[in-house]
């Protein structure tokens, strides 16, 4: 199958720095890839779509400026939550899929962020 | 966007039992997909299922796109399955991502 790698899998920041995470497709090339939040005990819930060479695109009531990605290669995506705040603790998975956009989705194994 | 919808929400059974969960969308997919998310949050993929009837071992999958419906069927329960099970649709617009319905937890015990 294909695989999806994040890094880091856990981070602890003070309030007001950024932290990167990186989001790698390992064997394959991810043209678009995703990224999602979670809350505990609930679903994820989509952030952005990143794509390859131009901007994200931002769900309704997401932050772009709080939120920063990009997506540098066919194989790299990186978030950045600049200015941290508690609030932006949460648990962030990315996801590729392979080929054309309909096809299966892989997901990475998630980054938990705690900001104090 | 497409709504996802999944029942139960949450499912107690005892090892060796059978189940069944359910995942509504609420327009036309063109990608479905089943999870197992792990104790430490990886998704774990089960079925690729846009259409028709898939089996893995004790789990078989259908989706019925013209009524807008999937279901997971884990036959001979195990306490190893239990977890939340996620399903997840994407519409027919090209490159758009996959929404997740909220979840079935499923509690097996011994």
């Known amino acids: 199958g294909a695989v999806v790698s994040q890094h880091p899998s856990r981070v602890i920041c003070k309030s007001g720095t950024s932290v990167k995470i990186e989001c790698r497709s390992l064997d394959f090339q991810a043209t678009t890839m995703f990224w999602y939040r979670q809350f505990p005990k609930k679903s994820l819930m989509l952030m952005a779509t990143s794509n390859e060479g131009s901007k994200a695109t931002y769900e309704q009531g997401v932050e772009k400026d709080k939120f920063l990605i990009n997506h540098a290669s066919l194989t790299l995506s990186t978030l950045t939550v600049t200015s941290a705040h508690p609030e932006d603790s949460s648990f962030y998975i990315c996801?590729?899929?392979?080929?054309?956009?309909?096809?299966?989705?892989?997901f990475g194994p998630g980054t938990r962020l705690t900001v104090l | 966007g497409i709504q996802v919808e999944q029942s139960p929400p949450d499912l107690i059974l005892q090892e060796g039992a059978n189940s069944t969960l359910r995942c509504n969308f609420s327009d036309s997919v063109n990608n479905l997909q089943w999870f197992h998310q792990n104790p430490w949050g990886q998704l774990i993929n089960l079925f690729y299922?846009?259409?028709g009837t898939k089996q893995n071992g004790r789990l078989s999958a259908t989706t019925v796109a013209t009524e807008r419906y999937s279901l997971l069927y884990i036959s001979s329960s195990q306490t190893t399955d239990s977890g939340v099970y996620f399903c997840a649709g994407r519409g027919n617009q090209a490159g758009t991502a996959l929404i997740f319905g909220k979840g079935t937890t499923l509690s097996v015990s011994s």
């Open positions: 299922i846009p259409s």
């Open positions: 996801s590729a899929s392979r080929g054309a956009s309909y096809n299966e989705q892989f």
